[in-house]
């Protein structure tokens, strides 16, 4: 399996925390389209059934093998975006470990050595078996003073940066997701995501509908939308950009394979019940056929993998007649006084 990755396009939304390479003389863009309350044609309800399947299966689990390897590798591509961002958090969390990927655990300890790392998980096994799993040997000098991850729940405005890689794509309800992220950050703090984006299996689509099968899955989010929910989910400056990685695979085989550890048909209109063999022996020879080949007659997928960096403004008050502000905000404020630059 090898990949192809290449850069298309960056929306021109812009932060003030980015490094100097993007300008001043950048514009940002105001989309109107209101937000999907969630990706389009995804079944809530099957979605939900694959977040609350277990990860953690066995003690003797290894960690190469909880996470899938394109999770890995665009966690990878990820973090070195934070190179680009001038805030240095105190406190960070990682979304979901296990889906997301464990070796960002150890990149983003070395890149902020003096913050406090958290985990949060659907259920407190999976947070302790990846605590347990991810610390560095005790022989190690260079940990000795290493603090643990911590895995108790999250208060409100704790964290400097929520970490959540190839999460949003598979969410029933994305909002909600969005709106707690915004709830644990800090004022000031920032979000970093990565999901799947509306090119992501171009190629399966075009044998399924030749075929005349139901989509191999739901319909993925376009990043302009996903700025437009973080804008409406509270956050400020949203910046997003986006490209392709291409997988190769040596026989249909490996395909599936490498697609059942990424996760699961969530098309409202999928196929029902299951299959027989007759119809897999269908599905392999129209991979065959159809399916992109590369220069070495290997199957090719191609993945859109959506990233996005988002900042927590300071609460602000509408002037009216009469204005009302909850009791969290107004803690939030009288906290953070505005700066100068806030001021009218």
């Given at each position: 399996m090898?990949?192809d990755?290449?850069?298309l396009?960056?929306a021109?939304?812009?932060?003030?925390?980015?490094?100097?390479?993007?300008?001043?003389?950048s514009?940002?863009?105001?989309?109107?389209?209101m937000?999907?309350?969630?990706p389009?044609?995804?079944?809530p309800?099957?979605?939900?059934?694959?977040?609350?399947?277990p990860?953690?299966?066995a003690?003797?689990q290894?960690?190469?093998a909880?996470?899938?390897?394109?999770?890995e590798?665009?966690?990878?591509?990820?973090e070195e975006r934070?190179?680009?961002?001038?805030?240095?958090?105190?406190?960070?969390?990682?979304?979901?470990?296990l889906?997301?990927?464990?070796n960002i655990?150890?990149l983003?300890?070395?890149?902020?050595?003096q913050?406090i790392?958290?985990?949060?998980?659907d259920?407190?096994?999976?947070?302790?078996w990846?605590?347990?799993?991810v610390?560095?040997?005790?022989w190690k000098?260079?940990?000795?003073?290493?603090?643990?991850?911590k895995?108790?729940?999250?208060?409100p405005?704790s964290?400097?940066?929520?970490?959540?890689?190839?999460?949003?794509?598979q969410?029933?309800?994305?909002q909600?997701l969005?709106?707690?992220w915004?709830r644990?950050?800090?004022?000031?703090g920032?979000?970093?995501?990565?999901?799947?984006?509306?090119?992501?299996?171009?190629e399966?689509r075009?044998?399924y509908?030749?075929e005349?099968?139901?989509m191999?899955s739901?319909?993925?989010?376009d990043?302009?939308?996903?700025?437009?929910?973080?804008v409406h989910?509270?956050f400020a400056?949203?910046?997003?950009?986006?490209?392709?990685?291409t997988?190769?695979?040596?026989?249909?085989?490996?395909?599936?394979?490498d697609l059942?550890?990424?996760?699961r048909?969530?098309?409202?209109?999928?196929?029902?019940g299951l299959?027989?063999k007759?119809?897999?022996k269908?599905f392999?020879?129209a991979?065959?056929?159809?399916a992109?080949k590369d220069?070495q007659?290997?199957l090719?997928l191609?993945?859109?993998?959506?990233y996005g960096?988002?900042?927590?403004p300071?609460p602000?008050?509408?002037v009216?007649?009469?204005?009302?502000?909850?009791?969290d905000?107004?803690?939030?404020?009288l906290?953070?006084?505005?700066k100068?630059?806030d001021q009218v």
């Amino acid at each position: 399996m090898t990949w192809d990755g290449q850069a298309l396009q960056m929306a021109h939304w812009l932060g003030k925390y980015i490094a100097n390479q993007y300008t001043a003389h950048s514009q940002s863009i105001a989309f109107n389209r209101m937000p999907h309350e969630r990706p389009p044609s995804l079944d809530p309800i099957a979605a939900r059934r694959w977040g609350a399947l277990p990860l953690v299966q066995a003690s003797h689990q290894t960690a190469s093998a909880a996470s899938p390897w394109l999770h890995e590798e665009v966690a990878r591509r990820m973090e070195e975006r934070l190179a680009f961002i001038r805030l240095q958090p105190k406190s960070w969390v990682c979304w979901n470990p296990l889906r997301a990927g464990l070796n960002i655990l150890a990149l983003l300890r070395r890149r902020y050595p003096q913050a406090i790392g958290h985990l949060l998980a659907d259920r407190e096994a999976e947070m302790a078996w990846v605590q347990a799993n991810v610390q560095a040997p005790w022989w190690k000098p260079s940990t000795w003073f290493q603090s643990k991850l911590k895995t108790a729940p999250l208060k409100p405005h704790s964290m400097d940066l929520v970490w959540a890689n190839m999460l949003l794509h598979q969410a029933a309800d994305p909002q909600a997701l969005l709106a707690e992220w915004h709830r644990v950050l800090a004022v000031d703090g920032f979000l970093m995501f990565s999901c799947l984006g509306p090119d992501t299996l171009k190629e399966l689509r075009t044998v399924y509908a030749k075929e005349g099968w139901p989509m191999p899955s739901h319909e993925f989010t376009d990043m302009h939308d996903w700025g437009d929910m973080l804008v409406h989910a509270g956050f400020a400056e949203p910046v997003m950009d986006m490209e392709k990685i291409t997988l190769t695979y040596i026989n249909p085989d490996k395909l599936v394979e490498d697609l059942r550890n990424l996760g699961r048909n969530f098309h409202v209109s999928r196929f029902k019940g299951l299959r027989g063999k007759n119809w897999y022996k269908n599905f392999q020879n129209a991979l065959l056929s159809l399916a992109q080949k590369d220069s070495q007659g290997r199957l090719a997928l191609t993945f859109e993998v959506v990233y996005g960096h988002a900042l927590k403004p300071q609460p602000r008050i509408k002037v009216a007649s009469q204005s009302e502000i909850n009791l969290d905000d107004m803690r939030q404020m009288l906290q953070n006084p505005l700066k100068k630059h806030d001021q009218v």
